[in-house]
């Protein structure tokens, strides 16, 4: 089990895990994180708006070329700017290739 960014990059934590921490929505991505995460991905993202807290997303522990992990950072992003909601990206210790996951 390797650490990366704020999470544990184990395995059998599930590929989208969310958490309220000191006034703090943390979401945190998982390999292997697949289609079959869009029940999983609704519910975060409703419990993220809901809360209203600024959100960080740690995508440490995912592939930066996963299109499911890019959909749904993309989604959050997008959700929590339209809400007014602040979000930062842990990306610690990703490929030194541009990462689709931090894209403006």
Request: charged share 15%.
């Amino acid at each position: 089990m390797a650490t990366r960014g704020m999470a544990s990059c184990n395995t059998d934590t599930p590929a989208i895990a969310y958490a309220v921490v000191a006034g703090c929505s943390i979401i945190t991505l998982h390999d292997p994180i697949d289609i079959t995460a869009r029940d999983q991905a609704s519910s975060v993202l409703a419990a993220v708006l809901f809360a209203a807290y600024p959100v960080t997303i740690d995508v440490s522990c995912v592939d930066v070329r996963n299109p499911v992990a890019v959909s749904f950072v993309n989604a959050t992003r997008y959700a929590c700017d339209e809400a007014g909601i602040p979000v930062t990206i842990v990306t610690e210790n990703q490929p030194e290739l541009p990462s689709p996951l931090v894209a403006a």
